[in-house]
């Protein structure tokens, strides 16, 4: 996961660099695989960590907060265009956010060293 998170943060440099060209076409493609998979990753890891029982309850917590941050982040890219006319200032800053939460990621603990929750019939 990590190495998703580090591309997307060399993505969002490039674009707080001023890249355009060649260069943005191969480096939106960074920022999109993490940003297009972050649905599917979380319902799994909740799954994981948490198990089925508090599922429902972490899950929508962890989606809310999400949800917030993207509001948030919006909202932040378009001051940052407003008060500078670039980008590059909010891109600069959703990059370090990303970087970030890099030690968080590494943080966690392998799936394999979790136990595995079955359902009974």
């Not at 660099?17 to 480096?27: D, F, K, L, V």
């Amino acid at each position: 996961m990590n190495a998703f998170v580090i591309l997307a943060a060399v993505g969002a440099l490039g674009f707080a660099g001023g890249i355009s060209g060649i260069t943005a076409i191969c480096a939106a493609p960074l920022l999109g695989l993490l940003m297009g998979a972050e649905f599917d990753v979380l319902a799994y890891a909740v799954r994981r960590y948490f198990g089925l029982a508090s599922f429902g309850r972490i899950y929508g917590i962890f989606f809310g907060i999400f949800q917030f941050g993207a509001a948030v982040g919006a909202a932040l890219l378009a001051f940052s265009l407003q008060e500078s006319q670039w980008y590059r200032p909010g891109m600069a800053l959703f990059s370090v956010a990303l970087l970030l939460t890099v030690p968080i990621f590494g943080g966690l603990k392998s799936y394999a060293a979790l136990p595995v929750l079955t359902l009974r019939s």
